[in-house]
């Protein structure tokens, strides 16, 4: 199930699941991959935009001449019909369609086994990201939202989501900003953060955490799987917390990860 990518230097192994990528059509893409190995070549589907650079808002409609494709949409066990469906599917005209993307071709990887996933697209519109005076709050803003309806379409009761932000000044500032102070917006999603930090150990300073993040060797425990979370959405992290990534993902091993409008490829760069 794994499609190594060899002749290049060391980094991560990229495994792609074909009929997710093929699902995921235009502003989304959808990357599966394992910590170590060997660094991935760009793979994935772009979408089509116009000459400013917003979603086209074409789609497929009926006419006499113009047959209506995907009605009613192929069943996601048929690969055959998905793979055929995506390549008459239109780019989505809002977010909305957008996350229905997302989620099927989520659920498609996983399906084929996957467990590490990346989901990428720009969470506001073009025209927006363009302004001058959009922050890296308002686009952080923008992704918790987006995740948490992400993260309805697989909360269950017997399948709990955790939206994680890489610390808990992170998590305190975003979850009063974005939910109002709602720590649980939807049952069985949670909103909680890579470190956790012992209840009981009230030190303001703590140097040894200091000295575990100046020589990379690992968290010093502040890293836990949670309980009842077979899927976690990463959200907001830097290269800094990929390693924190990494070693959830070997505590964890059975829990789906979804790198959640991270830009891996620019992180991946800033690994060197």
Request: glycine share 6%.
């Amino acid at each position: 199930m794994m499609m190594e990518i060899s002749g290049v230097n060391k980094g991560w192994i990229v495994a792609v699941s074909m009929m997710a990528l093929a699902c995921c059509t235009s502003l989304t893409t959808v990357h599966a991959f394992t910590f170590g190995g060997v660094a991935p070549r760009s793979v994935g589907l772009n979408t089509r935009t116009d000459s400013t650079g917003s979603v086209c808002p074409s789609r497929v409609v009926s006419s006499k001449n113009k047959p209506l494709w995907n009605v009613p949409p192929p069943s996601e066990t048929d690969v055959e019909a998905v793979k055929a469906g995506a390549d008459r599917e239109a780019p989505p005209a809002s977010f909305f369609e957008l996350q229905i993307n997302c989620a099927r071709a989520t659920r498609l990887a996983m399906a084929d086994g996957y467990k590490l996933l990346e989901v990428e697209f720009p969470p506001l519109p073009a025209n927006v990201l363009e302004l001058d005076d959009v922050s890296a709050y308002d686009v952080a803003q923008a992704n918790v939202k987006l995740a948490v309806e992400f993260a309805k379409n697989f909360a269950t009761s017997d399948y709990g989501v955790a939206i994680l932000l890489p610390d808990e000044a992170e998590l305190g500032i975003m979850v009063e900003r974005t939910l109002g102070g709602n720590t649980k917006p939807f049952p069985n999603v949670q909103m909680s953060s890579l470190r956790v930090s012992d209840p009981n150990d009230d030190r303001i300073f703590k140097p040894e955490l200091i000295l575990l993040n100046l020589f990379g060797n690992g968290s010093g425990g502040s890293v836990k799987p949670l309980d009842g979370v077979n899927m976690y959405i990463i959200l907001v992290a830097s290269a800094q917390e990929l390693p924190d990534v990494e070693e959830l993902s070997q505590l964890d091993p059975n829990a789906t990860i979804v790198f959640y409008n991270l830009k891996l490829d620019v992180l991946r760069g800033d690994l060197g």
